[in-house]
C-alpha cells in the first residue's frame, strides 16, 4: 500500500475524511502526539489499527470527538457524570482523556472488551478538522510501532507506518509531545491512570481529590491487575537500554564521564546544563526547570539516541516526579524497563586490591578515621537471600538451596569456582544487586565520605561510583602466607584463587592511589591516615 502524505489544508482534509469514511486509517496531528485514526464506530476499520502499530489486542483505544455534545448525541457513554463534565469543561479542547461508562454503540474492538471507553477532544485543528469533516468519532492510538516511543512529527509516523496505512496528515511537530492525561472518572475516587501535561494538581483543583494508579509510578508484580492494560506493556523504548540515574547533577555528570572512559559506548539523555561536562555523546531534553520543554523533546530525543553510532546504554537524568515531571517520569521508566540507579548524595570512595593484600586492615582504619565503610561481601550475603536471587541462581545451577530454603552457599561457591563461565554467570546474576545493596548503604552512612571495600569493584563495575580508587598491593610471597594462615588453605588452593584475579599493574594502572602494604603495621597506618586527611581536605 502506498502511504499519502497530506498537507492541513481544506481539499487534503477532504480526501483524509474520505478514507475515514472508507474504512482506511489516517494518521492525524494531535497537540499531544500523532494520532493514529480510524472510524470508531466500525470495527473492522479499528482492528485494521492493531494490526498496523502491532498493539496487543486487550489495549483499549481513545475515542477523539470534535464538540462535547458529540458524547451525548451519539451516546457514546452510558452515563456522563459530573465529575467528568466540570473536567471536559475546564480542559478541552486539551491533552486530558476521561474514561466512562460505554455507550452500546462503542465496538468491543475500541474497549477491548472493558464496559468503559476513553474520551478526548483535542484542541489540535487538524485533529478537529478531520473528525468534523468525517462526521464521525475517531478512535486513535498513537501512530507508533507498539512499544516504540509515540511520534510527535509526520517523520516519526511514516519511520514506523509506511506502507501499512492510507494517509498521514503534516501538521508540524506537536506542541505537548507527550501523550493527554488519562483519568477515570468510574472509580468512586477519580484516579489517574497515566500522567500528562494536564497535573493531578490542576485536575484536584477543579474536581477535589483524585488518585494516582500505582503504575504509573511502579512496576507491577507479573500477577497484579493493571488498571489500565497500556500499563503493562514495555513502551518508548529505543533499541539502546536506557538506565535512570537518580542523583545530583554533579553526581550524574561524574557518574556517566566514568562510564564512558571505561566502556566507551554510552550516551547521556540529559539537560542543556549537563551538556558542557559530558564526554559521552548528548541528547538534552532541554532547560533542567522547562519541564513542558522536555515534555515536547522526549520522544525525538528517546529515537535520536538511536541514531547515534555505538551506543549501547543511556543513562538518562532523572526527573523529579511531581506536577510536569510525573508525565516524564511515567515515560521515561518505562523507556528503561523499570531500570533506576540511585547514587547517594555521598564521596564515594572505592578499595580493592588482590585477596591478602590487607584491604579488610586498610578499611578498618579509614572507619577508625572517620570514613563510612559499606562492605561488598556484607551486601553479597544480603543479595544472595533475596527471593529473585535465589530464584535466578537455582534458574542456572539448579537446586542451590538448603532444606531450610536458605541458600546454600558453599554449594555455589563450588559450582561457580568450577569454570570461568559459571563465575561469570553467577556475577551476571549477583553483581547488579550487589551494587544497588552498596548503593543504599551508602546512603545510611552518616559522614560525607564513604568507603566501597570492594575485592572485585572492578570485575562488578562498581568503579564508576567512586570519585577516588585506592588499591592496597602487597608482595606475591605475603599474600600468600597471610591466606594460608587466616583462611586455612592449601597453598594450591590459594594459587588458584589468586590466578583469577588482575595482576598488579591492573591494579596500578585503574587506581587513583596505591598503598604498600609490605611493611609494618605502623607503616600501613601512617600511609592510610596520609590519604584520608588527603581526601578530607578535598585535594587529592
Ligand atoms: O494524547 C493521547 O492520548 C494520544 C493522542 C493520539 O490522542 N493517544 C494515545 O493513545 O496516547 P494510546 O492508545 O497510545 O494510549 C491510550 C492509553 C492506553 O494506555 C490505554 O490502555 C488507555 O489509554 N485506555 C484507553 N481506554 C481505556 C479504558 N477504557 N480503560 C483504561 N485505560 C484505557
Ligand atoms: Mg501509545
Redesign the pocket.
Known amino acids: 500500500m502506498k502511504t499519502l502524505q497530506l498537507t492541513d489544508n481544506q481539499q487534503d482534509i477532504s480526501t483524509a475524511a474520505a478514507v475515514i469514511k472508507d474504512g482506511g486509517l489516517v494518521a ?1 496531528p ?7 485514526a480510524a472510524n470508531a464506530l466500525n470495527g473492522d476499520a479499528v482492528q485494521r489499527i492493531f494490526a498496523a502499530k502491532g ?1 496487543p489486542m486487550d ?4 475515542v ?1 470527538i470534535a464538540d462535547v455534545a458529540d458524547i451525548d448525541r451519539l451516546s457514546l457513554v452510558a452515563a456522563f457524570p459530573e465529575k467528568a463534565r466540570l473536567l471536559a469543561a475546564a480542559f478541552w479542547p486539551g ?1 486530558l ?1 476521561i ?1 466512562m461508562k ?1 455507550g452500546a454503540v462503542i465496538p468491543d474492538e475500541v ?2 472488551g ?1 464496559d ?3 474520551i ?1 477532544l ?1 484542541s489540535h485543528p487538524a ?1 478537529r478538522a478531520l473528525i468534523r469533516e468525517s462526521g464521525l468519532p475517531l478512535a ?5 510501532t507498539s512499544g516504540k516511543p ?1 511520534p510527535t512529527t509526520a517523520q516519526h509516523v511514516i519511520d514506523d507506518m509506511d506502507g501499512k496505512i492510507e494517509a498521514v496528515i503534516d501538521g508540524g511537530a506537536c506542541d ?1 509531545g ?3 492525561t ?1 483519568i ?1 472518572v468510574v472509580s468512586d475516587i477519580p484516579k489517574i ?2 500522567p ?1 501535561i494536564v497535573t493531578c494538581e490542576e485536575i484536584e483543583a477543579v474536581i477535589g481529590k483524585v488518585e494516582v494508579d500505582k503504575a504509573v509510578l511502579n512496576q507491577l508484580k507479573k500477577d497484579e491487575k493493571v ?5 503493562k506493556y514495555k513502551h518508548y523504548a529505543p533499541k539502546a537500554q536506557v538506565i535512570l540515574v537518580r542523583s545530583t547533577d554533579e553526581k550524574y555528570i561524574g557518574f556517566v564521564n566514568r562510564c564512558y572512559r571505561r566502556d566507551g559506548d554510552c550516551a547521556a539523555l540529559c539537560y542543556d546544563e549537563d551538556v558542557k561536562s559530558i564526554a559521552a555523546p548528548t541528547v538534552s531534553l532541554g532547560a533542567e526547570a522547562d519541564l513542558k520543554e522536555q515534555a515536547q523533546a522526549l520522544f525525538d530525543a528517546l529515537r535520536a539516541v538511536d541514531e547515534i553510532d555505538g551506543v549501547n546504554t543511556v543513562y538518562a537524568h532523572c526527573p523529579i516526579a511531581e506536577g510536569v515531571g510525573m508525565a516524564l517520569y511515567n515515560r521515561l521508566i518505562r523507556a528503561a524497563a523499570f531500570r533506576v540507579i540511585t547514587i547517594p548524595d555521598k564521596r564515594i570512595i572505592g578499595l580493592s586490591g588482590q585477596t591478602g593484600a590487607g584491604k579488610s586492615e586498610v578499611a578498618a582504619i579509614l572507619r577508625e578515621l572517620g570514613a563510612g565503610v559499606v562492605s561488598a561481601d556484607v551486601a553479597a550475603r544480603k543479595a544472595v537471600e533475596e527471593p529473585d536471587i535465589k530464584a535466578a541462581l537455582c534458574a542456572a545451577f539448579g537446586d542451590v538451596l538448603n532444606p531450610d530454603r536458605s541458600l546454600n552457599r558453599a554449594r555455589v561457591a563450588r559450582i561457580a569456582f568450577g569454570s570461568r563461565k559459571n563465575l561469570q554467570r553467577l556475577n551476571d546474576i549477583t553483581h547488579p544487586r550487589i551494587i544497588e545493596i552498596m548503593l543504599e548503604m551508602a546512603a545510611e552512612c552518616e559522614g560525607e565520605l564513604v568507603v566501597f571495600d570492594a575485592p572485585q569493584l572492578f570485575e562488578a563495575k562498581a568503579d564508576v561510583f567512586c570519585e577516588k580508587i585506592i588499591s592496597v598491593l602487597s608482595d606475591r610471597e605475603k599474600r600468600l602466607e597471610r591466606l594460608v594462615r587466616r583462611d586455612n588453605l592449601r597453598r594450591e588452593e590459594v594459587e588458584l584463587r589468586m590466578s583469577a584475579q588482575y595482576d598488579e599493574q591492573f591494579f596500578i594502572a585503574h587506581s587513583d592511589c596505591i598503598i604498600d602494604n609490605n611493611g609494618t603495621v605502623g607503616e600501613l597506618r601512617e600511609q592510610v591516615r596520609g590519604i584520608y586527611g588527603r581526601l578530607t581536605d578535598g585535594a587529592t
Not at 59 to 62: A, S, V
Not at 227 to 231: A, I, R
Open positions: 492525524m494531535t497537540e499531544t502526539v500523532y494520532g493514529l498493539r489495549n483499549p483505544l481513545i477523539h491533552p482523556t474514561i460505554k474497549s477491548a472493558l468503559t471507553v476513553a478526548r483535542p485533529a486513535a492510538p498513537s501512530a507508533n509515540s505537548v507527550v501523550e493527554s488519562v477515570t491512570l497515566r500528562g488498571s489500565s492494560p497500556g500499563m
